[in-house]
């Protein structure tokens, strides 16, 4: 399946959005579905609810880690690379939503079940959109 649909499958059975962005590429890591979600489990909602940072912006945050991060303090390259690869997604992600804060982008208002399944699309859109950002850098970016 699509690593963009995958993530969307994820959310929708009810894993956040953090987690579905990891779930979506916890296989090309080695990674066992229960430790992904897991690991993911803290930062939905914009970490832990509180509506910072997207969810789905943090579960990249992983993924990229996953594939470009440094294991040895004096990798200053690796880790150089991250944070360029980061800001891209960053930017990517900006450029289309206008900001990366969790409250702004799902505005925040759940008072009805029309509003919140409103929210609940939008964020479906953010995850499956920045799981295909993730897909993009990697093409752009080979190890």
Request: hydrophobic share 35%.
């Amino acid at each position: 399946m699509e690593k963009s649909k995958h993530a969307v499958v994820l959310f929708d059975n009810g894993f956040s959005c953090s987690q579905a962005v990891l779930g979506a590429f916890a296989k090309e890591f080695e990674l066992s579905h229960q430790t992904a979600m897991r690991l993911s489990s803290a930062f939905g909602g914009g970490m832990a609810g509180s509506g910072e940072t997207c969810g789905a912006i943090t579960g990249a945050l992983m993924v990229i880690g996953l594939k470009y991060g440094r294991v040895v303090p004096e990798d200053t390259v690796a880790k150089e690379k991250t944070y360029e690869i980061i800001k891209e997604l960053f930017q990517s992600f900006e450029c289309k939503y206008n900001s990366l804060i969790c409250r702004k982008l799902r505005l925040d208002d759940r008072s009805t079940p029309t509003k919140e399944r409103q929210a609940h699309e939008k964020c479906c859109g953010y995850v499956r959109d920045v799981v295909m950002i993730v897909e993009e850098l990697f093409q752009e970016y080979p190890n």
